[in-house]
């Protein structure tokens, strides 16, 4: 391929054109803008075309795209359908990867159930994959998930830990990364809530870490992570502790100091053994 990329008026050949896009990436650019603005009050004014007509959903496949209430209760039914319907974390994670409710799906490069030892005690609920996770399919693995690894190290836990005492479990609301790492919104959450349940069941930990306002919002309904934080809650049938996550004490040093006092509080609680 060659002589139709362009670049702000120079003729780019395929290469020269890829290692433009990689620089870019490097530099933090993760959304294609167009240079050209677009009036979108003019757009909004132009008349719609015809919605075309889709040919009936064979049965059994969900819909791709929410139009309506209704619509979203039949994804959500489906999730819970396919959630419970997994007797292991293997057949969890095939039908979460093959459910086509949530469109973040098409956008994301790999499926990212979960990193760690399964077995582990604590299980550790963070929101969404973001660039490098979204690139190697597992949960915090970027700048976030090595600070998370010498928090939990920190206390002696580890999630390459083969005994399942020192071990970690790690998981995300979301499997699959949002445009730009916005919020979920609380409908991709409510699709996501079915295997996040069920996923957490199958794994059985004796307590779970909510980290950050996401899994708050999903696990209990609120949000206040800095008012959250600490105090040990009932979620998914187990004892869990809401913390600050990684990525606002990476930006906020400061608030190092209550997330310690809160994997102080984990490592008591395990060490009590009764959780
Ligand atoms: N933040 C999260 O909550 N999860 C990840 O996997 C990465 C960053």
């Known amino acids: 391929m060659d002589g139709d990329l362009t670049y702000q008026g120079i003729e780019l050949d395929a290469a020269t054109a890829l290692a433009l896009l990689e620089w870019q990436t490097e530099m933090g650019a993760d959304e294609p803008i167009s240079d050209n603005c677009l009036d979108r009050f003019e757009l909004a004014a132009r008349p719609k075309p015809p919605v075309p007509q889709m040919p009936a959903q064979p049965s059994g496949t969900p819909a791709l795209s929410v139009d309506s209430p209704d619509d979203s209760s039949k994804l959500i039914a489906e999730a819970e359908r396919l959630a419970a319907s997994a007797d292991s974390l293997a057949a969890l994670a095939s039908v979460q990867e093959n459910f086509d409710g949530l469109e973040l799906k098409k956008g994301a490069r790999n499926f990212c159930f979960c990193d760690g030892n399964p077995t582990a005690r604590v299980l550790i609920l963070g929101e969404a994959p973001g660039d490098q996770e979204d690139r190697e399919g597992r949960p915090f ?87 959250l934080r600490g105090q040990w809650v009932q979620a998914f049938d187990r004892p869990a502790l809401p913390m600050t996550h990684p990525a606002y004490l990476l930006r906020n040093p400061a608030a190092k100091r209550d997330a310690w006092a809160d994997l102080l509080s984990i490592a008591a609680r395990l060490e009590a053994g009764s959780v």
Request: proline share 8%; charged share 25%.
């Open 141 to 227: 693995v970027g700048r976030a998930g090595q600070l998370l690894d010498r928090m939990f190290g920190a206390i002696g836990l580890a999630r390459d830990a083969v005994d399942a005492e020192k071990a970690l479990y790690i998981i995300n609301v979301l499997t699959w990364r949002p445009p730009g790492n916005r919020d979920p919104s609380p409908e991709e959450i409510a699709l996501s809530l079915p295997f996040v349940r069920r996923h957490i069941e199958l794994a059985s930990p004796d307590l779970v870490v909510l980290m950050g306002n996401i899994p708050c919002q999903t696990a209990l309904g609120r949000r206040g992570i800095l008012r």
